[in-house]
């Protein structure tokens, strides 16, 4: 369940959070709705709970959890896992996955559903400490390989904090905007510090002019072969109405369609043999593909434009079998035989892939593969402070706590003014 990608997506996962709540202080739907799991998943269940008192509360992992926020729950190697940042990823797991089953109007989280052979609940503590491990781990990790944090890290978290205060309604506010989403001041100033040293370490290990630096070569083998992804362009003459698919008993379609008359069907084959002999003698056959593409091809839209006249980038096992087979067994530039599928008789011609297009998910992939390589070397170790949480009961006290920020964010509303829609708290953390 962990995705150790989340790394580049810290900023904008916390600063969402944020936002969204600082839109519900001037009652601005757009903020509300601005991508934050949080709000998103939470808001019904906000609205169901006690408000929690917030008087006397300066840690709200103490006030929801009953640990302090500095708490070691676990080691991983030499690295301490706080309470603080697993609260964080337990809640940001847990708001994902209720926003999922919200989509099929579950209003309670079903905490005994097995995963991998795991409750929901031991699931996402799981998820939750591999990923709080990995950010323990990074800043010693990356240390050793010589990447520091920027010199201006924590000028821009405390220029981002500045921002969102004023978003928020004032330090009080922000503080406890931020408990609502399982943070602290301090905490959010980690985190980033955290991200920028994974920015540093990757574009010191796979950066422009690195010994790491992925080739054209390597790039274009990880999205062949790694990914499946293949481009390619179709001429098609079908012999199907594809306006009359042909349904089962219980009306479901079977994925065919009703057959042209075999007199027209004949036709279409006479002219793909001819399309494909004025292809195969052409010396830009390129060119003259795209052309006959634009003169013949049905694979068209609504007011017959050719539907993708660029070529389709696609993956293995999207197309229909007969296209698919015969795209991938061209090498880019050439033009397959005529190809009969469910639709008719195409010609395909198999375009090149770009390296450029891909070289981001290469480095990603491979820093993901070496954060992993981390993870199994130094697999979090538990201690007894850990087997105080229960991610369920803990999630039903944050949701109080939430309901007491709520209340006092609809308090403000009435004196607040332009600052609501949260947008300038996105715009600083960048």
Known sequence: MMNLKRLGALSLSVVLA???????????????????????????????????????????????????GDTVVATAGEAEI??????????????????YYSMFGMGEMPWDTEVDGKTLEDALMDSALQTAALYALLPGLAEQEGAAASPDV??????????MAKDSGGEE??????????????????????????GQLQDKLYGEGTAGYPSDAQ???YAQDEKGVYRAKHILLKTVDTDKPITDENGNPTGKYEALDDAVVAEKKALAEDLLSQLQAAEDKEALFDRLM??????????????????????????????????????????SGIVESVYGYHIILRLPLNPSDYRTDYIADRMAQLQQGWLDANPPQP???????APSEFYGKLQSLRAAVQEELEALAPDSSASGSGSSAGSSAG
């Open 18 to 68: 944020l936002s969204a709540l600082s839109g519900c202080k001037s009652g601005n739907d757009e903020g509300q709705s601005s991508g934050s799991s949080q709000t998103d998943a939470s808001s019904s269940s906000v609205t169901q709970v006690e408000p929690m008192d917030l008087t006397g509360v300066t840690d709200p992992y103490l006030a929801a959890a009953g640990l302090a």
């Open 82 to 99: 706080t309470a603080d940042s697993l609260l964080y990823w337990l809640t940001y797991g847990i708001d994902g996955s209720a926003q």
């Open 154 to 163: 924590d000028q821009r978290a405390e220029e981002a904090l500045a921002s």
């Open 173 to 198: 506010m922000l503080d406890h905007a931020l408990w609502g989403s399982a943070l602290t001041r301090d905490l959010f100033k980690q985190m980033m510090r955290v991200n920028d040293m994974n």
């Open 219 to 221: 790039v274009l083998s």
């Open 294 to 335: 634009e003169e013949h091809s049905e694979d068209t839209d609504a007011a017959g434009a050719v539907n993708s006249p660029d070529g389709y980038t696609t993956v293995k096992g999207q197309m229909v079998e007969p296209f698919e087979k015969a795209a991938l067994a061209l090498k880019d530039g050439e033009i």
């Open 383 to 389: 201690t007894e402070e850990l087997e105080k949480i």
